[in-house]
């Protein structure tokens, strides 16, 4: 039995250039940001979900969304994630934070209890599903670390990778801070699920008509079982390269001069 609260901040915005509007596309007659809660909800090791977007203008009717769904919305800087998730941690003092970006609108509860799980019975300061090599799709991956950690994270990073995405600053300190990935018995890395492009939003959709009228509480296995009957479903999307954001921001902290 866990006796340390854990939040889920899910990181949400409509200014996305590859696919605008993302987190608000229709997804089954429900948005995908709420298909992303939904299944949140269904982890059993999450205590609490916020929703973590820009306080920026066009970024109003995710605060309104949330707001007809009964999850709290914090709102701050655009660029700076880790200075928005510092204000939740400010206002909600979780003892842990799962980490997840609005794109993985196909999350699977299971593999959020399982990342979740090890992090509570181990002494890792951080613990992901995410890395190199990668095991799980694009679109299914979440980290796990202290708020303790966050607020040293938003004191101290420099780099715009640091700054735009968190974990850097966690991987670039490795005498200071204990990792573990925990990785799938096998490689699904060649499968995407990510939505951030037009091709991404397709086959998200194709898998939600597909599965979700069955089964609510679809899991990633059964994603990849019906994608595997459906290979012609994969290829729609299978072209893009895995984390461009996070690639952008490596680029970015070179021409800072980091």
């Not at 694009?138 to 780099?159: M, N, P, Q, Y």
């Amino acid at each position: 039995m866990k006796d340390r609260n854990i939040t889920a901040i899910i990181s949400a915005r409509t200014g996305s250039s590859r696919l605008p509007n993302k987190v608000l596309l229709d997804i089954s007659g429900k948005t995908a940001l709420e298909r992303m809660v939904e299944r949140v909800k269904n982890a059993k090791t999450i205590d609490n979900i916020i929703i973590a977007t820009s306080n920026k203008n066009r970024d109003d009717p995710i605060e309104k969304l949330c707001k007809e769904i009964n999850i709290e919305c914090i709102r701050g800087s655009e660029e700076d994630l880790l200075s928005r998730y510092q204000l939740v941690v400010e206002k909600v003092k979780p003892d842990i934070i799962g980490k997840m970006g609005a794109d993985s609108i196909l999350i699977d509860p299971l593999v959020i209890d399982k990342v979740a799980s090890t992090f509570l019975t181990n002494k890792y300061d951080y613990v992901s599903n995410y890395g190199i090599p990668k095991t799980y799709p694009e679109g299914c991956t979440v980290d796990f670390f202290t708020s303790k950690t966050l607020t040293e994270a938003f004191l101290e990073a420099k780099k715009p990778s640091e700054r735009e995405h968190i974990n850097p600053f966690i991987w670039n300190n490795p005498e200071r801070y204990t990792s573990f990935r925990v990785d799938y018995e096998k490689d699904l890395s060649n499968y995407r699920l990510s939505l951030d492009y037009k091709e991404d939003y397709i086959v998200i959709k194709c898998i939600f008509e597909a599965l979700y009228p069955k089964n609510p509480c679809f899991t990633l296995e059964n994603i990849i079982s019906w994608l595997e009957k459906n290979p012609e479903i994969q290829k729609i999307n299978s072209h893009f390269r895995p984390s461009e954001g996070i690639f952008k921001s490596f680029k970015q902290d070179k021409e800072a001069g980091f």
